[in-house]
């Protein structure tokens, strides 16, 4: 059987026409893969956008203790009370664990903070909260890390953490958000 007569004898005209329309669509855009990952792109710049704020207001703080103008221990109250009533999209919030995976600050429950969640997992067995971190000690300072968490309505959605490293007080700022029109991630 030659090439050309095997390719020739499994493809109907309807598959061959069903793949032009895949073709065509994705060309347009219309391809679900094509909007995922634009849609994952423009939450990512979001979100570093958001987490960078995060990390000005922290900066400036610890340059103003480094002044003299207030002590390191306000800086560092003074930089939670400024971030914790700050939502964006509604209902996101800034999130601050420390190096050791220690809730610094978590607007959402604060019965959270103070207590250890490194060991915490996404719905799919990930320890995400360990990838932030280590994401944040990354020569870059900072990353995003995607994984897999349950909405209120109980289905599972991917969600994306844009991290900030704050070296000089071992804090990792974080801004997170569930990426738009991905469908939910089926439960296995």
């Known amino acids: 059987m030659s090439l050309n007569g095997g390719i020739h004898s499994h493809l109907t005209k309807g598959s061959v026409v069903g793949l032009l329309v895949i073709g065509i669509l994705a060309i347009a855009g219309f391809s679900p893969a094509l909007w995922s990952l634009h849609d994952r792109e423009e939450r990512h710049a979001e979100l570093s956008v958001v987490a960078d704020a995060a990390f000005g207001i922290v900066k400036e703080l610890r340059r103003r203790s480094g002044n003299g103008d207030i002590t390191e221990e306000e800086a560092k109250s003074e930089a939670l009370e400024t971030l914790r009533p700050i939502r964006y999209r509604d209902s996101n919030f800034y999130l601050v664990i420390d ?87 089926p439960e296995k």
């Open 99 to 185: 190096h050791y995976g220690q809730v610094i600050l978590h607007p959402a429950k604060p019965s959270f903070e103070g207590k250890n969640v490194i060991g915490l997992k996404d719905v799919e067995g990930g320890y995400f909260i360990k990838k932030l971190i280590a994401t944040a000690q990354e020569p870059e300072g900072r990353g995003c890390v995607i994984y897999v968490w349950k909405k209120p309505d109980r289905k599972s959605y991917r969600r994306m953490s844009c991290v900030r490293n704050f070296a000089p007080w071992k804090w990792a700022i974080i801004a997170s958000g569930f990426v738009d029109g991905e469908d939910p991630v």
